[in-house]
T-cell receptor
């Protein structure tokens, strides 16, 4: 079945440094790739998404890149701040299936 | 708008007991779904619905039942709770149609089965 692998499981960076989280998906028909941020004890919330007809998307300090050939996509956070500390989940979805398959999450710690 | 509302927020059950987790949304979303979140496992899809009267299984449906009689409500039933069902459960909804779209999550329901 569909699978999304996410790495690393934990990531610690110094404040101001960049953080990169990578995901690989198995279903070549997947065409929508969102990223969710979950703060401790809170619900997951969408921070950025990308569709398969786009290679890169940016929103201020965060960006997502997509390589359809290799079937992987990445989240990039620049100039990290303590409030970026959270668990980040990637996901993949395919038109018509209505299923979102999530990765196992990355716990990001930004050290002040 | 309240968004997606889940009840209860916390529940402790004994093995074999039954219960229903409630989920309601006021955004007129056709798509609703239930996920469970376990440490190191991410969010796994249990069941989902694309409209009233239509439900389908996700990745981990065993031990759970759902129904969708109205657009607003999508309850999740545990008929005979097992310790393996100890988890945090999230309900999520979105508009239907097209490829993808933002999932709006409820606050979660933490279930412990003894």
């Amino acid at each position: 079945g569909e699978n999304v692998e996410q790495h690393p499981s934990t990531l610690s960076v110094q404040e101001g440094d960049s953080a990169v989280i990578k995901c690989t998906y198995s279903d070549s028909a997947s065409n929508y790739f969102p990223w969710y941020k979950q703060e401790l004890g809170k619900r997951p919330q969408l921070i950025i998404d990308i569709r398969s007809n786009v290679g890169e998307k940016k929103d201020q300090r965060i960006a997502v890149t997509l390589n359809k050939t290799a079937k992987h996509f990445s989240l990039h956070i620049t100039e990290t701040q303590p409030e970026d500390s959270a668990v980040y989940f990637c996901a993949a979805s395919t038109s018509g299936t209505y299923k979102y398959i999530f990765g196992t999450g990355t716990r990001l710690k930004v050290l002040a | 708008n309240a968004g997606v509302t889940q009840t209860p927020k916390f529940q402790v059950l004994k093995t074999g007991q039954s219960m229903t987790l409630q989920c309601a949304q006021d955004m007129n979303h056709e798509y609703m779904s239930w996920y469970r979140q376990d440490p190191g496992m991410g969010l796994r899809l249990i069941h989902y619905s694309v409209g009233a009267g239509i439900t389908d299984q996700g990745e981990v449906p065993n031990g759970y039942n759902v129904s969708r009689s109205t657009t607003e409500d999508f309850p999740l039933r545990l008929l005979s709770a097992a310790p393996s069902q100890t988890s945090v459960y999230f309900c999520a909804s979105r508009t239907s149609g097209g490829a993808g779209g933002e999932l709006f999550f409820g606050e979660g329901s933490r279930l412990t089965v003894l």
